[in-house]
Nanobody
Framework: QVQLVESGGGLVQAGGSLRLSCAAS????????MGWFRQAPGKEREFVAA????????SYADSVKGRFTISRDNARKTEYLQMSSLKPEDTAVYYC??????????????????????WGQGTQVTVSS
């Protein structure tokens, strides 16, 4: 297991930007594919983005493609989500997550909630119109 702590959430106007960070501790961070999910009030937790252990492969939900960028710094044991052109519908609690398996290839990006075994506590992002 790896322990995860998110930061960087807050209140921003529509069209603005935020960068979320996820600091990891515990097991070797570079062995884990990483992802971001979000959950809006009254809705299911949904996939946002994922990045492979190598950092060379990324996957995004259609709703955020072209606006959000996921990245990682294995030396700092940190994952990031750069969010731009934010919309009110992006308002949610954002969670970072670590992949469940260490057997995936270096370029595999998990996208299902069941693929992730460790979760952070979440950080609130609110986009005002």
């Amino acid at each position: 297991q790896v322990q995860l702590v998110e930061s960087g959430g807050g209140l921003v106007q529509a069209g603005g930007s935020l960068r979320l960070s996820c600091a990891a501790s515990g097991r070797t961070f570079s062995n884990y594919a990483m992802g971001w999910f979000r959950q809006a009030p009254g809705k299911e937790r949904e996939f946002v983005a994922a990045i492979s252990t190598s950092g060379s492969s990324r996957s995004y939900a259609d709703s955020v493609k072209g606006r959000f960028t996921i990245s990682r710094d294995n030396a700092r044991k940190t994952e990031y989500l750069q969010m731009s052109s934010l919309k009110p519908e992006d308002t949610a609690v954002y969670y970072c997550a670590a992949g469940r398996s260490l057997a995936w290839g270096r370029n595999f990006t998990p996208t299902r909630r069941a693929d992730f075994g460790s979760w952070g506590q979440g950080t609130q992002v609110t986009v005002s119109s």
